[in-house]
């Protein structure tokens, strides 16, 4: 008789219930989703990308298709803090959904404000710090390039926030491995990656850039070798836990990553093809545990050999 395996994750102050979440900026609120995939019964939903007050994103077209991936600018979009708090969370505690808080900011100070915003929310299970975004105090270098300012922001939401802490980090920086360790000294909890990177595409016959922005993220099949590669390479260097993403669309895709150190994956772009390929994914990982007999999916991770 096949028993169930054991998909729960050891994130250390937080255990998930298995190990797919939900990117942050593709499966908006969790609400917007409901209808083909209970967000219930991911590990948890990464909400859309929040800022302390709203923000209207950028002009479009700010999603095109591109050869084996998806680029978009939508320009951060979002409904704020206060919205986000007094609307859409409460829809997400009311149905046990695992919730994690996007943040991001212009300055330093912006970031310890959400945090501390975000802190005294029932309901939020951690926060995961964009650090990809222009840093003004800086001369718009992003946080996420920096292991210095990357520190930085890290100290300040560690000490403001009472949940678990996250940094997704940037593929744009040359040694990866340098700015995960400044965010684990500084306190993080957890570390994610990849976040997009940035690419363009071009409308031949009209001569013009296919976004209006003209740069935006790349994200999809087209970056996973990467994402993986990056993935792989901070799990070597740092204690704290992993989660990767990157181009994961189907259930064998997850369970490289896991193989390669991840303790949990987060579901992108694939979201947008199928509004139900995370649970799809979930699925396929639980079958595939089932059919090579593994009872504890954490025996799954970091088994990659290397001879």
């Known amino acids: 008789m096949v ?12 255990v998930l219930k298995n190990p797919v979440l939900a990117a942050s900026g ?15 019964l991911l590990g948890g939903v990464v909400v859309k990308g929040l800022t302390l007050e709203p923000w209207p994103g950028n002009p479009p077209p700010r999603i095109v298709e591109t050869s084996a991936g998806m680029l978009n600018s939508i320009g951060l979009e ?19 959904v695992t919730v994690v808080a996007n943040i991001l900011g212009k300055t330093v100070d912006e970031y310890a404000a959400l945090a501390q915003g975000l802190g005294k ?12 975004c222009p840093n003004v105090a800086a001369g718009g270098l992003a946080f996420g390039t920096s292991p210095e300012f990357t520190a930085q922001v890290v100290r300040v939401v560690v000490q403001a926030a009472e949940q678990p802490v ?14 995960a360790e400044a965010a684990v000294q500084a306190g993080a909890d957890i570390i994610s990656l990849i976040n997009t990177i940035p ?24 970056i996973k070798p990467v994402a993986l590669r990056l993935v792989w390479e901070v799990t ?14 189907t259930a064998e895709d997850a369970l490289e990553f896991l193989m390669v150190g991840a303790r949990a994956v987060q579901v992108g772009t694939a979201n947008f093809v199928d509004p ?3 649970l799809k994914i979930l699925e396929g990982i639980e079958a595939y545990c089932k059919e090579k007999s593994i009872q504890d999916l954490s025996t799954w991770v970091g088994s990659l050999k290397i001879d």
């Open 3 to 14: 028993t169930q395996p054991d998909m729960r994750v050891d994130l250390g102050k937080l």
């Open 199 to 222: 690419a363009m595409a071009v409308d031949l016959e009209n001569r013009r850039p296919a976004l209006k922005n003209v740069v935006g993220g790349l994200s999809g099949p087209a």
């Open 276 to 278: 139900r390929a995370a």
């Open 166 to 179: 996250m940094v997704k980090l940037t593929p744009m920086v040359s040694d990866i491995t340098a700015v």
């Open 26 to 40: 593709t499966f908006g609120y969790g609400q917007e989703m409901a209808d083909f995939c209970d967000p219930a």
């Open 121 to 132: 929310a029932d309901g939020v299970a951690m926060i995961e710090i964009n650090v990809s």
């Open 236 to 249: 070597r260097a740092v204690d704290a836990p992993v989660i990767g993403g990157g181009g994961i669309m």
């Open 78 to 96: 979002n409904v704020g803090l206060d919205v986000f708090l007094k609307e859409k969370l409460p829809w997400l505690v009311e149905r046990n």
